[in-house]
């Protein structure tokens, strides 16, 4: 099951849990959920096992202590909810993470958090699509506009006189 998580997932963040209580675990859990991603308490050696021959291998050395692993299909989003509950919450420490084969120290982690996640870059590129075609279509409607209202002044004068 987790050697299929750390094969599958984009993105994987490992932390330090620093003494979380129930109700902060349970509040993570349901905020990566929210997300689409997933929280995963798992011991130590037997992570290591699941992550030999899998991209995210490097990430082994990240496995010492308390550690609590998030990880999601879109590979913003375990780095942009723990960053965002980290700033909050101090008994947690973002130790590192890997995204794809890419080995990420705590930096790294906080500045993928820093960028939009797949959807909101998705609505930008469509935004940007479709940003030319309504200003095409607002050009060529308008000389079309324009004969409707000389036609319209026309008939309006030729009633009034």
Sequence with gaps: MLHEVFSNAASVVVTHNL???????????????????????????LAKLALEGTSKAGIADFLKGPTVLMYADDPVVPAKIVAEFAKKNKKIEILGGALEASVLDANGVKALADLPSLDEMRAALIGLIQSPARKIASVLSAPGGQIARVLNARAEKEQAA
């Design 19 to 45: 003494g979380l209580t129930v109700a902060e675990m349970t509040d993570l859990r349901n905020r990566m959920n929210e997300a689409g991603g997933s929280v995963k308490v798992a011991k130590n050696r």
